[in-house]
């Protein structure tokens, strides 16, 4: 199967810093990402769907000043927390997926705001 | 908007046992209905993908079935074992994207 893939796996930053989450398909063209957000023992929650080369759509309630997405290449997305808070911290999962095929999730990105 | 709704949200069981998941959705429009299994801090890992012209999916202990009619998917787990032990998690299409249920945690006692 397609492999996407996540970097970095974990971060620990300080409040009031940025951090940068990259999301890459390492054999496929992805024309749409999505960042989902994962807090513990919840479930997926959907933030914000992008396409190559378009401004993303953020979900309701997903500050889009705060979580900065670039998707800026067929097979790069970014995710930017801006001015990261404690209650940022969370597990970042993206996926892609390549026209209507399967989306295919990365590994996931640990992000602890101290 | 697609709701996708998971039960039991929890579920212990003696090794060896077969178990059924159930999966509910909402909007029976759907081409799709995925299975995940996720571990602790983990990602996910797809199990099983039953497209909407199919009633079921197979892949070894595991059988995934879908009705569309009634809003409902099931993963039945065979011959449980420790390693089964995991969140296991459903998800079906919403317009563009995928709506997640809230998972069933599984323990699977030795």
């Known amino acids: 199967g397609a492999v996407v893939s996540q970097h970095p796996s974990w971060v620990i930053c300080k409040s009031g810093t940025s951090v940068k989450i990259e999301c890459r398909s390492l054999d496929f063209q992805a024309t749409t990402m999505f960042w989902y957000r994962q807090f513990p023992k919840q479930s997926l929650m959907l933030m914000a769907t992008s396409n190559e080369g378009s401004k993303a759509t953020y979900e309701q309630g997903v500050e889009k000043d705060k979580f900065l997405i670039n998707h800026a290449s067929l097979t790069l997305s970014t995710l930017t927390v801006t001015s990261a808070h404690p209650e940022d911290s969370s597990f970042y999962i993206c996926?892609?997926?390549?026209?209507?095929?399967?989306?295919?999730f990365g590994p996931g990105t640990r992000l602890t705001v101290t | 908007k697609q709701e996708v709704t998971q039960i039991p949200a929890a579920l212990s069981v003696p090794e060896g046992e077969n178990l059924v998941l159930n999966c509910s959705f909402t909007?029976?429009?759907?081409?799709?209905l995925q299975w995940f299994r996720q571990d602790p801090g983990k990602g996910l890992t797809s199990l099983l993908l039953i497209q909407s012209s199919q009633r079921e999916q197979t892949s070894g202990r595991l059988n995934a079935s879908l009705d569309k009619s009634s809003g409902r998917s099931t993963l039945y787990i065979a011959a449980s074992q420790p390693g089964d032990s995991a969140t296991y998690l459903c998800a079906g299409p919403n317009n563009n994207d995928m709506r997640f249920g809230a998972g069933t945690r599984l323990t699977v006692k030795p």
């Open positions: 909007d029976s429009a759907i081409y799709n």
């Open positions: 996926s892609a997926r390549e026209g209507l095929a399967e989306q295919y």
